[in-house]
């Protein structure tokens, strides 16, 4: 069973930057594939970024795209999130993902593992 347990989020103004974690107990090299998602009050779970482990090939939500990376590093079994230029609408809870099958990288469903998420308030 791997755990993933995300941080780094917070409650700032918009135009600054913020960068998440999210630490996995195993390695990540046994994933296929890795994602971001945020879940806003009344809204479904969408995926912000995903990352296929093997290829290396990086996805984006059309929101975030030029704003926001997804990395991993595997000596640390972490994935990371950089987000910059914040905008109130990115405030959600955000949620880290990790799929060990293949699958688009933006569907919740198939992803096995899930962190427990953190926050992410943007005000104007």
């Known amino acids: 069973q791997v755990q993933l347990v995300e941080s780094g989020g917070g409650s700032v103004q918009a135009g600054v930057s913020l960068r998440l974690s999210c630490a996995a107990s195993e390695y990540l090299n046994g994933m296929n594939r890795l994602g971001w998602f945020r879940q806003a009050p009344g809204k479904e779970r969408e995926g912000v970024a995903g990352i296929y482990t093997r290829s290396g090939n990086t996805y984006y939500a059309d929101s975030v795209k030029g704003r926001f990376t997804i990395s991993q590093d595997n000596a640390k079994n972490t994935i990371y999130l950089q987000m910059n230029s914040l905008k109130p609408e990115d405030t959600a809870m955000y949620y880290c993902?990790?799929?060990?099958?293949?699958?688009?990288?933006?569907?919740?469903?198939?992803?096995?593992?899930w962190g427990q998420g953190t926050q992410v308030t943007v005000s104007s």
């Open positions: 993902a990790a799929g060990v099958y293949g699958g688009m990288w933006n569907i919740p469903r198939g992803y096995n593992y």
